[in-house]
């Protein structure tokens, strides 16, 4: 049987490529099961996702500790949890 393991850093930024001028919703919750994105899991919660664009397309590291200070993107701050 297969046992869903747990890495070692619960948690890491996630790296994705993004459009410029695109809305994207980030996961504020930590619910969604399509980290970094919103997938509608923080219904009934007091999250909301973040919405936000990019200026220019290029790939940008997002976390999904959700103790950024920088939401949505990393900053760091998942190696001091
Ligand atoms: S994943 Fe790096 S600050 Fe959250």
Redesign the pocket.
């Known amino acids: 049987m297969d046992q869903s393991s747990k890495t070692e850093q619960p ?3 996630i790296e994705v490529n993004l459009e410029s001028g695109k809305d994207y919703y980030w996961c504020a919750c930590g619910r969604s099961k399509s980290q970094p994105f919103c997938d509608g899991s923080h219904k009934n919660t007091n999250f909301t996702p973040k919405k936000f664009k990019i200026p220019e397309s290029k790939a940008v590291w997002l ?6 200070n920088n939401a949505p993107f ?6 001091k949890l």
């Open positions: 948690f890491s930024p976390c999904t500790c959700k103790k950024t990393c900053d760091g701050t998942h190696r």
